[in-house]
């Protein structure tokens, strides 16, 4: 079995910055693309910032220059590094995890972290 754990998640001011976490365990043969998605109330479900195995990199424009998506290949996790934070931001944000078991592809969802900001 699979688990997604996330971190980092809670309370920030505007323009203050938050570190969010994620990391994948199981028996997992490969992880390929690894990716933040955010979901505010009454909104659908988006994508954020997406890492591929090769460090190559997707951002949603509202957070380009602002959001920085890393990945340790090692510990199979992924950090969202969030700076001069909006209110816009706020939302649940959700892991998602893409990777190979055995000889089929699968996704993994973290149970997703709430930021919130607001001063």
């Known amino acids: 079995q699979v688990q997604v754990a996330e971190s980092g998640g809670g309370l920030v001011e505007p323009g203050g910055s938050l570190r969010l976490s994620c990391a994948a365990s199981g028996n997992i043969n490969s992880v390929y693309v690894m990716g933040w998605y955010r979901q505010a109330p009454g909104k659908e479900r988006e994508l954020v910032a997406s890492?591929?195995?090769?460090?190559?990199?997707n951002y949603a424009d509202s957070v380009k220059g602002r959001f920085t998506i890393t990945r340790d290949n090692a510990k199979n996790t992924t950090y969202l590094q969030m700076n001069s934070l909006k209110s816009e931001d706020t939302a649940v944000y959700y892991c998602?995890?893409?990777?190979?078991?055995?000889?089929?592809?699968?996704?993994?969802w973290g149970q997703g972290t709430q930021v919130t900001v607001s001063s």
């Open positions: 998602n995890v893409d990777v190979r078991i055995w000889f089929r592809r699968y996704g993994f």
């Open positions: 890492i591929t195995s090769a460090g190559s990199t």
